[in-house]
């Protein structure tokens, strides 16, 4: 199947990084239902830096609400090549290098522009592919093998577009490197054309686009960077009988939880105010029981 080019556009003011809209239609298609009783069919790309700022607000939802819900991972193909671009505000590498700065004070999570400036994506479909096919090898490892690629060109200027990068994400998440490879180069290719066709059917037109969706598809649309309590309302508001569970905000939890977290997102889980989640972070680093690494906008905190 020939792929036209889809070009991005990034605006903090919105929230999301955008496609053109001649790149969607309205036609509608039915979700299917999922297991549990809501469903959050969530549309991204690896170098979407308004998804990667709502990571603190889903890794909350997931706390409080985690038994009613699961998230789909769709992958929708923010940048296929940066040629006969006729963009706005991002309209090549360079213009990107500005915005992920720009976008890494807005949503207070580290990214460093830098990388468009010495080794640039000339696409997001490789890792956008390499995504589905750590799909087939699983959900629970896909989604850390999306977390891991986002740390790797977020915070550490890694080219993702690089197989040598994806390799090594997949090595450091339990992926079979040789299965990633192979399917890389075969099946997941399809699933990454099937996943653009959905979302040209559902109309999206940027990201993160997130359909919250419940058995009966019902479905309430929550598109862009939002607070989260927008996220939380739209649960809500398609399973009323959902009661917000408590958990345990310690960092021994958390990092129990999640073995990596920004600033930001132990701030947002642990309750604690951005300044004084760093002051803390930094005295458990200080102390030996967490690790760092440490990027030019931010730290990432590491389980020991």
């Given at each position: 199947?020939?792929?036209?080019?889809?070009?991005?556009?990034?605006?903090?003011?919105?929230?999301?990084?955008?496609?053109?809209?001649?790149?969607?239609?309205?036609?509608?298609?039915?979700?299917?239902?999922?297991?549990?009783?809501?469903?959050?069919?969530?549309?991204?790309?690896?170098?979407?830096?308004?998804?990667?700022?709502?990571?603190?607000?889903?890794?909350?939802?997931?706390?409080?609400?985690?038994?009613?819900?699961?998230?789909?991972?769709?992958?929708?193909?923010?940048?296929?090549?940066?040629?006969?671009?006729?963009?706005?505000?991002?309209?090549?590498?360079?213009?990107?290098?500005?915005?992920?700065?720009?976008?890494?004070?807005?949503?207070?999570?580290?990214?460093?522009?830098?990388?468009?400036?010495?080794?640039p994506l000339p696409?997001?479909?490789?890792?956008?592919?390499?995504?589905?096919?750590a799909q087939l090898?699983?959900?629970?490892?896909?989604?850390?093998?999306?977390?891991?690629?986002?740390?790797?060109?977020?915070?550490?200027?890694?080219?993702?577009?690089?197989?040598?990068?994806?390799?090594?994400?997949?090595?450091?998440?339990?992926?079979?490197?040789?299965?990633?490879?192979?399917?890389?180069?075969?099946?997941?290719?399809?699933?990454?054309?099937?996943?653009?066709?959905?979302?040209?059917?559902?109309?999206?037109?940027?990201?993160?686009?997130?359909?919250?969706?419940?058995?009966?598809?019902?479905?309430?649309?929550?598109?862009?960077?939002?607070?989260?309590?927008?996220?939380?309302?739209?649960?809500?508001?398609?399973?009323?009988?959902?009661?917000?569970?408590?958990?345990?905000?310690?960092?021994?939890?958390?990092?129990?939880?999640?073995?990596?977290?920004?600033?930001?997102?132990?701030?947002?889980?642990?309750?604690?105010?951005?300044?004084?989640?760093?002051?803390?972070?930094?005295?458990?680093?200080?102390?030996?029981?967490?690790?760092?690494?440490?990027?030019?906008?931010?730290?990432?905190?590491?389980?020991q």
């Open positions: 199947m020939e792929t036209k080019p889809i070009m991005m556009h990034c605006d903090i003011e919105t929230g999301a990084c955008e496609i053109p809209v001649a790149q969607a239609t309205t036609e509608d298609t039915n979700i299917a239902a999922a297991k549990k009783p809501i469903k959050l069919l969530y549309f991204t790309d690896p170098i979407c830096s308004s998804c990667w700022g709502i990571d603190p607000q889903l890794k909350k939802l997931a706390l409080e609400y985690g038994p009613y819900f699961e998230v789909e991972y769709r992958m929708g193909g923010l940048l296929s090549s940066w040629d006969a671009y006729g963009g706005r505000d991002v309209n090549g590498p360079k213009s990107v290098a500005q915005h992920w700065e720009e976008a890494g004070a807005y949503y207070e999570m580290p990214i460093d522009g830098d990388l468009w400036l010495e080794d696409s997001s479909y490789p890792p956008s592919i390499a995504f589905k096919a090898q699983g959900e629970e490892k896909a989604a850390a093998f999306l977390r891991r690629i986002k740390e790797m060109i977020f915070l550490e200027k890694k080219n993702i577009a690089r197989w040598d990068n994806l390799a090594l994400a997949a090595e450091q998440t339990g992926l079979d490197v040789a299965q990633l490879k192979s399917d890389f180069e075969g099946k997941a290719v399809e699933l990454f054309q099937k996943d653009l066709a959905l979302a040209r059917q559902l109309g999206v037109r940027g990201f993160p686009t997130i359909f919250v969706t419940d058995e009966n598809d019902k479905r309430v649309l929550v598109y862009g960077s939002r607070p989260y309590e927008q996220y939380e309302q739209a649960l809500l508001q398609l399973h009323p009988e959902a009661k917000k569970q408590e958990y345990d905000t310690t960092y021994t939890s958390l990092f129990a939880k999640y073995s990596s977290l920004t600033t930001k997102e132990f701030a947002v889980l642990s309750g604690l105010e951005t300044g004084e989640a760093e002051a803390y972070l930094q005295e458990l680093h200080a102390e030996g029981k967490i690790g760092k690494y440490a990027s030019k906008n931010g730290a990432l905190w590491l389980k």
